[in-house]
């Protein structure tokens, strides 16, 4: 066994907290040396910088940063990190543009360092159950819900309502991870439908129509304003049988062929993504799938949009 | 010299008329076999088909196809032309979005098929030179001033206010074909300011700020309200001098060194890009970049929108 990857989490917001750190404390790939946060949240253990700049300038041996921060600040802060020559993973979304991401990926690979745009929804327990169903399966229709409150899982993240901050799409992007993952064909957008609060930058709900290769409508349905029951199901129509995955991924069911059997003790999400990362560390390679952030960009770019009422958090 | 290559054109607008069809009659490498449109504009003495399925139905034979109809109907021609074994070219922008364009290329891969998304601007006289000049200079900051007057240069194309359409962005694309091929280093959207007339789905202005990987700024000023004297510029301030790429790349000027010399007889932009696609189809191979594309779709991920007058033509 190598040595644990010294690792700084920058941007100590609700996942960071929430995922992150619980995932990295009990990973023995990983020794975690500080944290990075502008306003000052620190797990009061660890050294503590307010800028990456201070952190490379205080001389503590870093390997490598995870990038927890609103999405519109994380090229500039993976920019610094790759010329100190570290290895960096990118929450989801991993940037506020395709076209950053895209110049981060060239600029890992010229300096040979790890780059993991990650996707955690992938990581739910039956996401890879649905995947080895579906293949080989001719695809007739999908549907995508994703229907949550957020006053309750994104409170006061202002950001998220900002240019690059996605607005419903930042959940949304957990369901096209899914679906790109799963789905045997590329899909792409057919017709897009954003509803924008007056008062926002951001969708608060969108109806997006994709179609696979072959043809078959994959519809999404996608609003924060959801109260009472949430829902995170992606629903998919095949020649033999339906198959329907829920709460994010953790729960399968299906018709015709049951799934495939899966291991008795899986990791966490985030567990799963830092065995990745470190695989990646211990290789010095990529692992950039812009997929799920191409249809974002893809629904923006030729989205139909519809003012609706103020978003009053 | 080859057989020339029956060629169909798909789309009878104005840029089949203007441009399309006298490169292609004047090209020896190319023979025009038919011609395809859904409102039966046709040239009087070919072949006419109201659509692709009836040209392929025809018997004729064809070897490839340049859908030059707007482009928010093109992925499908081009899929089912792929599917025929037709090699294709796309007038630009290659789609309505990114993940379509790409799709299309893996389709033209696995058939062994050419696919050129053409970007005609990158053919204009003076853009070689200037990729040339700006070759290892270092780059200080950039300003693109694409301002025309939509009514006199898009008359009656109400696609280009519908979802896929661009709006200011069909000419401005043509702005970011030139600046990612003759700037040294990769360039993404940093801030994006949208103006939508309130009866139209696509912007008739915008202000984008980019910056590429080494933090210069590169300002975009796309404007389709512009009367009287018409502007398509790209200046580029480096630390050797500036240079003056005006009229859409057709006169460069340079302070410092002079522009590299260019050739006396060069091809009209169309005529380059036939040659080009020529190349393609004699080797079967794909020539899609999508980086314009890429911005353009930045530009809308991350833009503020600000509702102006409604426009009427």
């Known amino acids: 066994m190598s040595d644990p990857i010294r690792l700084a989490l920058v941007g100590m917001g609700k996942i960071a907290n929430d995922q992150h750190y619980p995932a990295l404390t009990s990973d023995a790939d990983f020794d ?11 797990l009061a253990h660890l050294p503590y910088f307010v800028t ?23 090229h500039d802060i ?10 960096v993973l990118l929450e989801k979304p991993p940037g506020a543009t395709l076209a950053e991401v895209v110049a981060l990926r ?35 229709s999908g549907r995508i819900v994703w229907r949550e409150d957020v006053r309750v899982w994104h409170p006061r993240q202002h950001w998220i309502w900002e240019p690059g901050g996605f607005g419903v799409f930042d959940p949304g992007i957990n369901a096209l991870s899914i679906a790109t993952h799963i789905l045997p064909d590329p899909m ?11 008062n926002c930058s951001a969708p608060i709900a969108a109806q997006v129509r994709f179609r696979d290769r072959k043809g078959a409508l994959i519809a999404m349905d996608l609003d924060f304003r959801q109260e009472g029951k949430q829902s ?14 829920s709460n994010g991924g953790a729960d399968i069911s299906t ?30 390679s990529c692992d950039v799938d812009v ?17 609706v009422d103020d978003f009053i958090e």
């Open 32 to 42: 975690l040396v500080a944290c990075v946060d502008r306003d000052g949240s620190c």
């Open 52 to 74: 990456i700049q201070e952190l490379a300038e205080s001389g503590l041996t870093v390997d490598a940063v995870a990038i927890c921060t609103p999405p519109q600040v994380r």
């Open 78 to 87: 993976a920019q610094f990190a790759l010329e100190q020559g570290w290895h």
């Open 106 to 140: 060239e600029t890992a690979q010229d300096r040979g360092l790890a780059l993991l745009a990650s996707w955690h929804s992938r990581f739910a327990p039956c996401v890879d159950q649905a995947r080895e169903w579906l293949a080989g399966r001719e695809i007739k």
């Open 188 to 198: 792409f957008v057919e017709q897009s439908e954003l509803f924008f609060p007056g």
């Open 232 to 245: 995170w199901d992606i629903v998919i129509e095949t020649a033999g049988g339906t198959l329907t995955l």
């Open 255 to 284: 018709t015709g062929a049951p799934p495939p059997p899966r291991d008795d003790v899986l990791p966490g999400e985030y567990s799963a993504l830092y065995r990745r990362f470190a695989e990646l560390v211990r290789n010095s």
């Open 291 to 307: 997929r799920p952030l191409r249809l974002v960009a893809d629904a923006f770019l030729c989205g139909r949009i519809t003012r």
